[in-house]
């Protein structure tokens, strides 16, 4: 395994760009199945449905993108060893495991919080 030494320094935009491969955008499409439900019944387009539909999206999105990040840190000593996933940010060095940790936390306590805020329990 590679020590911490041999590791190059990661730069803020660097680690900022890694971060974001790291919540797999890609995946996030999946997440727009909040919006089959009221499609089907006819109720997207009113504004309440929309608002909430639009809620369920953004926390779905910060919960998956919270749990990429837990996932790659506390799969990293692993993937270390797989010829293409040695390369994600995380283990690769790009992104620190305090940097995916707090901002993980930060995905996951704002994708709870922030439908409760908004006045969806």
């Known amino acids: 395994m590679t020590s911490r030494a041999d ?7 660097g680690a ?12 996030w499409v999946k997440n727009l199945l ?3 439900a009221p499609a089907a019944a006819g109720a997207l387009f009113g504004l309440d ?3 909430g539909a639009g809620v369920a999206l953004l926390a ?5 993108a919270g749990a990429y990040l837990f996932n790659d840190v506390q799969d990293r000593a692993t993937d270390a060893h ?4 040695r390369h994600r940010p995380i283990v690769a060095g790009v992104v620190s495991v305090r940097a995916a940790v707090i901002v993980a936390g930060t995905s996951l306590a704002i994708s709870v919080l922030l439908p409760l805020l908004l006045g969806y329990p």
């Open 7 to 13: 590791l190059p320094t990661p730069s803020i935009v």
């Open 16 to 27: 900022g760009v890694g971060l974001v491969r790291s919540m797999r955008p890609r995946q």
């Open 34 to 36: 909040v919006f089959a």
């Open 49 to 51: 449905v929309l608002r």
């Open 60 to 64: 779905f999105t910060l919960a998956s």
């Open 82 to 85: 797989h010829p293409e996933k």
